[in-house]
């Protein structure tokens, strides 16, 4: 043997008793890699899911199921292909979470199955690309039975060799990854995998226990997120029913109630998850269900309330048993001379003596017992404030309930109609002349002295072409309020939200929106919103992709406007400069509205503002609330273009009638918006201005409390032109909306497409002047550059129609 050779044998055997060294001392503290079992739908068929998971440059998963009737397939019999060792790392989880655990492709293997949805989305823009939204619709097929008896076997073959997987350890990609992903559908068979020995499943009668329970009082959703993380889930616990919420509840639902995957909170899906929590995590059930008692136990019992009717709603007794009997029996009603009435609901007694300005009541005697009168007013009343008082009720233990109304409008227009041929020769010349058309209503006194409507509601067909016979504008057309919006809808929320102690203005914002933090809004005011002094630009164009702040900040969905607002939308300003006008303030107030009265914007102040007072025409989205496009002002002619000079996705080009014009609201807000996207009649406003000159009541109904209107329309000390929201005369500094003549106590709001409100308190005067101005062509100013026609005619200078209405009560 050479000496090489002999050479390299020793070192061979050096090398072979050296990997046999090792002295074996097992630790027992230690466990597996792989953690769960994740099952995937491929959503294309076998021969494209080959593509890509085996190509180079894409996505992995352990095993690929195909199925029967797959052209792509090319074997006669299903087989399980194996793409990557189990011990191997494969890609198929992406960004992920389960049971407090990152980046589940370190710690899993991946299943994916030969399934392929029909998913198509809609045209709503990125924000409505969601996995759950509204925005994406899927037709889930059935699961081939022979591929999931595979599944079954191979699944089991797996468990066996990681003993680590659990029951609640084998879960969907939807699961690891709600916001993103909806695999593997609601058609997958989890039942029959866990009567399979595989993943978990509830117990039916533990549904059935807290089922009854949440019945009666849902667990809030502060709660619901605390109990899916508590399962597994990635949720963070923020309090608010957000799409990350939504998106987690729909994958679970998917996962253990598929027969309603909706999202929501409903008390079914709740007991479910809490049923499987009592199963599999028994230690933890416990400290959720002493949370949920305590919730329940903090709901304050409802005491029935008496609901107050009028402006004067209260009982009477024996005044000589009263702490203070000169002041006890004695109270204020504002009303006019030769108006009124008085409604008196016995009780028990048999006489009492009422006076009304010093004139005592001739009224039954004697009163029959739980007997209600209603006598007028009218020899009694006076203009502004009268008095009642009441004394010498027998028998001493009788009681009587007295109510007084606010005044409610009526109509005298027959007996001032000649009063106005000023303002009706300009605004008559100008229809002439080409401006579209107009609703002028004026209230003095709480009369309507003067309604009437002016040229048409539309003259131009879609694409610009004047109308051979256009439509006529009527009394009772409805407009796009524009900017009004903010005030008698969201402002009126907010009012009547203080006058209940359910928000208070001098609160931060966050005090009511927890999530809205971060870049100085911890900071922000609700005040500072209402006054404009929060620091936000005039706008975010939310609505078009190439807007200045950059694509993240494109939404033409609801919901992800609302997180922009709350989360992303930069302040510009510290907020301690002079106001400056947003849309952004407001389209967080109708936020701040939803929030604390707990209900989408629409629904309350139509169901709790407008419903009340008898008014059926004033609404958001009219269109889909059973009005006819023909019933409105129609605005801009070619859509949101500017006579084609303007284009973003889903621009509308047609004429706009009964469709809110303002984009953030139409696109980026479902037309719902704090801003605007409110639809009224010049008579609905009107009811709504004298509810604001009656200090928060309208005949029976009171909506605010008076000291809450006073404290919203007097004067911000840094500047007499705002309230709290509404825009104020001042001392003339606001004259091109409210005219040479109106007192400094005047408030209103003007609206973008033409439409313009004043309420004055000092001449008990109201003016609701709506155009439709922008429904005209678009032309080109030497001083301002291009605008709409409908701006260069006298009639859309709100200022000059104004004055003259003044000028037409106060000359008499």
């Not at 256009?470 to 009394?475: A, F, G, S």
Request: aromatic share 10%; charged share 25%.
């Amino acid at each position: 043997m050479s000496k090489m050779a002999f050479f390299i044998l020793a070192l061979i055997g050096v090398s072979s008793c050296a990997s046999n060294s090792y002295e074996q001392l097992p630790s027992k503290n230690y466990s597996e890699r792989v953690k769960f079992l994740v099952m995937h739908f491929t959503a294309i068929d076998y021969q494209k899911s080959v593509n890509a998971l085996v190509e180079p440059g894409n996505v992995s998963s352990h095993y690929l199921l195909p199925e029967n009737y797959d052209i792509s397939y090319p074997y006669d019999v299903l087989k399980v292909m194996q793409l990557v060792h189990e011990h191997d790392r494969a890609w198929h989880a992406g960004r992920s979470y389960w049971q407090g655990r990152e980046n589940i492709n370190d710690q899993s293997i991946g299943i994916e199955i030969v399934n392929v949805p029909q998913c198509e989305y809609d045209s709503g823009g990125e924000g409505s690309r969601r996995e759950h939204g509204e925005g994406r619709m899927c037709v889930f097929p059935d699961y081939d039975p022979e591929q999931i008896q595979m599944l079954i076997t191979l699944s089991k073959d797996i468990l066996a060799r990681n003993p680590d997987i659990g029951p609640t350890q084998v879960v969907g990609h939807s699961d690891i990854a709600p916001t993103r992903k909806n695999d593997p559908g609601p058609r997958f068979p989890w039942y029959e995998l866990y009567k399979a020995g595989i993943g978990a499943w509830y117990e039916v009668e533990t549904v059935k226990k807290y089922w009854q329970q949440f019945n009666d009082v849902l667990p809030s959703v502060g709660l619901v997120q605390k109990a899916l993380r508590t399962y597994g889930y990635g949720q963070e616990e923020t309090g608010r029913l957000d799409p990350a919420t939504i998106d987690t509840l729909s994958a679970f639902q998917m996962h253990f109630v598929p027969w309603r995957v909706t999202g929501q909170m409903d008390s079914q899906t709740l007991a479910t998850l809490f049923a499987l929590i009592d199963r599999y995590f028994p230690e933890k059930v416990e400290s959720l269900m002493q949370a949920y008692t305590k919730e329940v136990s903090d709901i304050p019992v409802l005491v029935e309330s008496k609901v107050k009717r009028g402006q004067i709603d209260r009982a009477f007794g024996d005044v000589s048993l009263t702490e203070n009997p000169l002041t006890d029996n004695r109270l204020s009603f504002q009303s006019y001379q030769g108006r009124g009435e008085i409604t008196i609901q016995n009780i028990n007694a048999e006489s009492a003596s009422i006076f009304v300005n010093g004139e005592k009541l001739n009224i039954a005697d004697p009163l029959k017992p739980l007997h209600e009168y209603v006598y007028p007013l009218s020899r009694r009343t006076i203009d502004g404030a009268n008095r009642l008082y009441v004394e010498s009720i027998s028998p001493a233990d009788g009681q009587i309930e007295i109510r007084i109304p606010y005044p409610r409008l009526i109509d005298k227009t027959e007996q001032y109609e000649q009063r106005f041929s000023t303002v009706d020769k300009l605004i008559q010349q100008d229809v002439k002349n080409g401006f579209p058309g107009a609703v002028l209503l004026v209230v003095k006194d709480g009369e309507i002295v003067k309604r009437t409507a002016y040229g048409y509601s539309r003259k131009y067909a879609d694409g610009g072409i004047p109308l051979t016979q256009p439509v006529e504008m009527k009394t009772d057309t409805l407009f796009d309020l524009a900017s009004n919006t903010k005030m008698f809808a969201t402002n009126l929320a907010l009012m009547k939200l203080v006058s209940e102690e359910k928000l208070d203005v001098n609160l931060p914002v966050s005090a009511y929106i927890p999530e809205y933090r971060g870049g100085g809004r911890e900071a922000r005011l609700v005040r500072d919103l209402l006054t404009h002094t929060a620091g936000y630009a005039p706008e975010v164009r939310f609505f078009d992709s190439k807007n200045p702040l950059g694509k993240r900040f494109f939404s033409q969905n609801r919901s992800r406007t609302e997180s922009l607002l709350l989360t992303r939308v930069p302040l510009v300003s510290d907020g301690s400069n002079a106001p400056v006008y947003s849309d952004t303030d407001y389209m967080l107030l109708g936020v701040l509205v939803e929030k604390v009265a707990g209900m989408p914007l629409d629904d309350y102040v139509e169901h709790e503002l407008y419903h009340p007072l008898g008014l059926k025409n004033t609404l958001f989205n009219p269109l889909h609330k059973g009005f006819g496009a023909a019933q409105f002002a129609a605005t801009e002619i070619q859509g949101n273009t500017r006579g084609g000079r303007i284009t973003f996705d889903n621009i509308r080009q047609h004429v706009l009638q009964g469709e809110v014009h303002d984009e953030k609201a139409f696109y980026s807000s479902g037309g719902i918006a704090g801003h605007a996207g409110l639809f009224s009649t010049a008579d609905d406003l009107a009811v709504l201005a004298q509810l604001m000159l009656n200090r928060g009541g309208y005949g029976d109904v009171e909506l605010i409390n008076g000291k809450v209107v006073d404290s919203f329309v007097k004067p911000e000390e840094n500047d007499a032109t705002y309230g709290l929201g509404w825009r104020r005369a001042s001392e003339g500094e606001k004259i091109s909306h409210f005219g040479p003549y109106a007192s400094a106590s005047a408030f209103g709001h003007t609206g973008w497409t033409g439409t313009v409100s004043v309420i004055d308190p000092e001449h008990d005067l109201a003016i609701i002047y709506l155009t439709n101005l922008r429904h005209t062509p678009l032309v080109d100013n030497e001083e301002s550059g291009l605008e709409f026609k409908g701006r260069s005619y006298e009639s859309g200078r709100y200022g000059n129609v104004i004055s003259l209405v003044y000028e037409a009560l106060l000359n008499h």
